[in-house]
């Protein structure tokens, strides 16, 4: 019995990896349509969320299945139930990346206003505390998670002075009113994605340690 369910967890972790790699593919390329102006790349990421959703179906499945057949225990019945709740966070972050692309579509039939905003420098970090959780989950790392935590604030603090140079930029460009609100829809949209991945962090910690961190405020 304990063999099969080690042959099972091997198995989860591989098809949590094999989401979260599609997930953060669409994150990047959701941006580079934006970046490039290009429509077709825009419309195949919201065309592989449907890949998105069926893996995230056959996580779950898979989820079900050792717990049924396995009964397992202490840390491999935590480590399942972590996994369960990441397939959400992670299927949301999908989501969210086709949102981006949608809003890709529409942002390139306007004007482009004169906004010095650096979405590359931002969608980097998303994409690495992204990685980060899914590290800290299969890695059992709770010094990891932390991290997540930490650098997610960095996110939140770009979010806020983008958000205040598309302010500026209304004052001074009313014309471009719809594409600067379309540019902030996709910044908010990255910050999200950025707290799904710090939900993933949070659910770390609470499994190895016990400890609730989830809506503690910041030292």
Do not use: W
């Amino acid at each position: 019995m304990a063999k099969h369910l080690e042959k099972e967890l091997e198995r989860l972790k591989k098809l949590i990896y094999a989401l979260s790699a599609r997930v953060d593919e669409n994150v990047e390329l959701a941006v580079k349509s934006i970046q490039e102006r290009d429509l077709e790349l825009a419309k195949k990421v919201i065309g592989d969320d449907k890949l998105i959703d069926k893996l995230e179906i056959e996580v779950e499945e898979e989820c079900l299945k050792a717990l049924a057949l396995y009964q397992p225990v202490a840390i491999d019945l935590r480590f399942i139930i972590a996994v369960m709740k990441m397939t959400n966070d992670l299927e949301r972050i999908g989501d969210l990346a086709a949102d981006i692309a949608k809003n890709g579509i529409q942002i390139s039939k306007a004007p482009q206003p004169k906004v010095p905003l650096d979405l590359h420098q931002m969608t980097y970090l998303v994409k690495t505390i992204v990685r980060k959780s899914l590290d800290s989950l299969i890695n059992i790392d709770t010094y990891l998670a932390r991290e997540v935590i930490e650098d997610d604030l960095e996110i939140d603090a770009m979010k806020s002075e983008m958000k205040s140079e598309i302010v500026e930029a209304l004052k001074r460009e009313p014309e471009y009113a719809k594409s600067l609100i379309t540019l902030f829809a996709i910044i908010n949209r990255l910050e999200r994605i950025g707290d799904h991945a710090c939900n993933i962090a949070e659910d770390v910690i609470y499994m190895v340690e016990a400890e609730i961190v989830r809506h503690q405020p910041a030292d």
